[in-house]
């Protein structure tokens, strides 16, 4: 603690942070935040404050890249593109089918019959 610069209060942390007091004790008693004990009241200093916030911050947006491309979320766009893709195949496919002609029509209709007729254009 001898390397702080400007020592403050818990409560004066807290009202700086947003945090409560006990959350801040917490925070040093686990190992997140530097502060030290005198008597029965915790100090820490702004900058440490200013670091931890600065962390949970970065922290957070790395949870919430992981998150987005998670693996659930993965998996529906997997399949929803898998999806779509198809669709668009069989539309494409079937607008690509060959419209049978008049001379086709007659010649399937002859096939049917059994009887063969020669068609002449």
Known sequence: MESFKKVISLNQAAQFSGYSQDYLGFLIRKGEIRGMKKGRAWF?????????????????QEFAIKEFFSPTRTKNIIIAAITIFMCVFFI???????????????????????ESLEIIN
């Not at 820490?44 to 957070?60: A, C, G, P, Q, W």
């Not at 494409?92 to 059994?114: F, H, R, T, Y």
């Open 44 to 60: 820490t200093t702004e900058e440490e404050i200013k670091n931890y916030l600065f962390k949970k911050k970065v922290r957070h």
């Open 92 to 114: 494409l496919s079937s607008l690509n089918k060959k419209v049978p002609d008049k001379v086709d029509i007659i010649q399937s209709a002859v096939d049917s019959d059994g």
